[in-house]
């Protein structure tokens, strides 16, 4: 049973009758109370039962962070009263579910449909916590309130802000692959064509076999490769949590591997995903050719950084024992952290490289760079410090990561997805991918 605003203002109403009507007899103190407990009781009795309708859902099952879904719920009352009262679409806060509660009239035998926005806040799994429907009396001074379970569940997918880079980076793309009106050629090292030489051209492209054949010097042509391999690993340990800017470092690494992901997918290539800290929390697997963006997206979406350590060596050992056989580019979205790589990863270096071209990728905070150059009070100055030695330490980790062959692509949140698909690029225009 619920108490409804205006049976409250009847109890008000009722007790300036008693204190106004007092001296008249003492019987009216316990009349009007009586009489308007009787009411309240009667239109309980009197409202129709929440408890017999029936709920159905329908609508979208995920949406981008940021966008709006929306999720209807057909309300069916098979009772033959009318129900008259308040429905409520619970969500957890970070759903952004509007409006919270709204007026409803289910007729006898009929049906309603009811429709809530979705805003989700933050990525992952948005589920509903119930409806709970209050049937008022015909008075309107108490209801009868019941909540039911209907589920249903909203995946906040990652927002993918790095989508706006797509279609200049496949037009870089497009001109190696010789797709684009530039005709500019790759130095891949899959054969494209044979075509007469001329001055410029790299000797060791002669092919002499077709030379023989001929009266003029032949050349081959090459284009970059397609059909590689690329596995995409982002390190959800401890790390990755920490926020640069408004946004958790996960998020940032999450937006830089879509881009790479959608722009190697176009390019022909297959990508895998691998999400690990301690374990394996996350991973897919390509079939074949096509863009996997999707089914990676759905897999990111559920991620949050775990509070523990990162395990190099069960990293290693997980993507050497995957299901790969073929060298294949591995890129590693992690944090720059000195202490971490050089007793976890330096170490484990060379099996790694030995068999796969590895890329390292981190998001830089450029806050440290302003407190770096910042002087002026003694707080300021003992920050530069601080804020120096830690970006000495990350050129030191950055500059033996490349002693040991590793590529590394480290920029500020805004640039580090184009960064790395320029760099993606740049080894296929190398001929090393």
């Known amino acids: 049973m619920a108490i409804t605003g205006r049976a409250v203002l009847a109890a008000f109403a009722a007790a300036l009758a008693v204190l106004v009507a007092g001296a008249v007899g003492a019987w009216i103190a316990w009349a009007v109370p009586g009489l308007l407990a009787a009411a309240v009781l009667a239109d309980v009795l009197l409202a129709p039962s929440p408890r017999a309708l029936r709920f159905e859902r329908s609508g979208d099952t995920s949406v981008r962070l940021g966008e709006t879904a929306e999720v209807a719920l057909v309300v069916a009352n098979p009772a033959r009263r009318r129900l008259r009262g308040v429905l409520r679409d619970a969500w957890a806060p970070s759903a952004g579910a509007r409006p919270p509660r709204r007026p409803v009239r289910v ?20 589920a ?14 108490a209801a009868r309130q019941c909540t039911h379970a209907v589920p249903w569940t909203l995946r906040a997918l990652p927002p993918f802000h790095s989508r706006r880079h797509l279609p200049g980076k496949l037009s870089r793309l497009r001109e190696l692959d010789g797709q684009h009106t530039a005709l500019v050629r790759g130095q891949g090292s899959e054969f494209d064509s044979l075509r007469e030489y001329v001055p410029g051209d790299d000797v060791r492209s002669i092919d002499w076999r077709a030379t023989a054949r001929r009266d003029a010097v032949v050349v081959r042509t090459w284009r970059p490769e397609r059909d590689r391999r690329i596995l995409l690993v982002l390190d959800t340990s401890r790390t990755s949590a920490g926020r640069v800017g408004d946004v958790p470092r996960l998020d940032h690494a999450m937006d830089a591997a879509l881009l790479l992901a959608a722009l190697a997918g176009r390019a022909g290539d297959r990508v895998d995903l691998l999400a690990y800290d301690r374990r394996v929390r996350a991973q897919v697997r390509s079939q074949g050719r096509g863009s996997r963006v999707p089914q990676i997206v759905q897999a990111m979406a559920p991620l949050e950084a775990e509070l523990v350590e990162s395990d190099p060596a069960g990293l290693v050992a997980t993507i050497l024992g995957g299901h790969s056989r073929t060298r294949q580019l591995v890129v590693l979205l992690t944090d720059l952290n000195a202490a971490a790589l050089e007793e976890g990863l330096l170490p484990r270096l060379p099996a790694l490289t030995s068999r796969h071209m590895l890329m390292v990728a981190a998001v830089g905070d450029p806050r440290v760079s302003e407190m770096a150059a910042a002087r002026g009070t003694a707080r300021a100055a003992y920050e530069a410090a601080a804020a120096e030695r830690a970006l000495g330490e990350r050129s030191r980790i950055t500059a033996e990561l490349r002693r040991h062959g590793v590529e590394v692509v480290d920029a500020d949140p805004e640039h580090i997805a184009p960064a790395l698909a320029d760099a993606y690029i740049g080894l296929k225009a190398q001929g090393r991918l």
């Open 107 to 126: 007729p006898g035998g009929g049906r309603v449909r009811v429709v809530t926005e979705l805003t989700p806040t933050r990525r992952g799994d948005q």
């Open 128 to 141: 509903a916590a119930g409806v709970t429907v209050r049937s008022l009396g015909p008075l309107g001074l």
